[in-house]
């Protein structure tokens, strides 16, 4: 019995040991306006689910996270030629050739017009018939059935890409655009800050399975052996629903929003 107390003794030594000397250096996490995932204020600084989320993983591994903060598309290709450490993005297969892929959530892609727009009761087949003029965040790439859906739109000369979620907002209030394509969550900080929550109404697209999104981690440009340990830290922690917790407390009173959303710990908002 004295041996067995040594021995966990000194695993948990070795296991503090690890977890205090973290990663091998700080970590370059690419960012730019997510929703309520990753929000950039008029000094850049980064706050919301992500750095919240990231500062737990700190505190138990003593890895560093550095924000870089950048336009989204910009973050995109950065991440995949090996210029930045981590990236929160959707899972499709050309990250996964240049990343370690960690799930966070999983939600629906919908379209998503104004409840009072003219053709709010068959808004798909509006959609497809090129009567919807659509915007989409530049750089957002959710599978190749929603890039073919864009090509499409692209085609009938019905879609726009922009910066990011709150010129969408605020040019669906303005009904300067009709509608767009995506998760709702990935819009619901925009639509809230245009006082739009209320008036919109979203539809699942069918047509485009259900899209996951997450941690991605550079192949290129970490070590290994920081990927693994951090990758593994990342997954015990959100298989443990501290992601969730964490998303319960920052969006309190905006659940409606995030319906479809289900979380890694596979349960539903």
């Known amino acids: 019995m004295h041996s067995l107390r040594i021995v966990i003794c000194v695993l948990l030594v070795q296991w503090h040991v690890v977890a205090a000397a973290g990663c091998s250096r700080p970590l370059i996490v690419a960012s730019s306006p997510i929703s309520i995932f990753m929000e950039i204020d008029e000094s850049n600084r980064v706050s919301g689910l992500v750095p919240d989320f990231l500062t737990e993983i700190s505190k138990t591994t003593g890895c560093q996270f550095v924000y870089e903060v950048m336009p989204r598309i910009r973050a995109l290709l950065m991440f995949e030629a090996g210029k930045v450490d981590i990236i929160a993005a959707s899972k499709i297969d050309k990250r996964d050739a240049v990343g370690d892929y960690i799930n966070v959530i999983s939600e629906q892609t919908s379209l998503i017009l104004p409840k ?121 922690k959100l298989k443990a629903g501290k992601f969730k917790e964490i998303f319960m407390k920052r969006v309190k009173g905006m659940n409606d929003l995030y319906r479809t959303l289900v979380f890694e710990n596979g349960t539903k908002n």
């Open 116 to 236: 009072d727009h003219p053709d709010a009761a068959t808004p798909l087949d509006a959609l497809m018939q090129g009567k919807l003029q659509v915007n989409v965040v530049r750089g957002f790439n959710l599978g190749p059935e929603y890039m073919a859906l864009m090509a499409l739109l692209k085609q009938k000369n019905k879609l726009e890409d922009v910066l990011d979620t709150d010129i969408i907002a605020r040019k669906m209030l303005e009904k300067r655009c009709d509608a767009t394509v995506g998760g709702i969550s990935a819009f619901a900080k925009s639509f809230e800050r245009y006082h739009l929550e209320s008036k919109l109404h979203a539809v699942p697209i069918a047509a485009i399975p259900v899209v996951n999104s997450g941690f991605y981690l550079s192949k290129t440009s970490m070590q290994e052996k920081d990927r693994l340990f951090l990758g593994a830290e990342l997954n015990a």
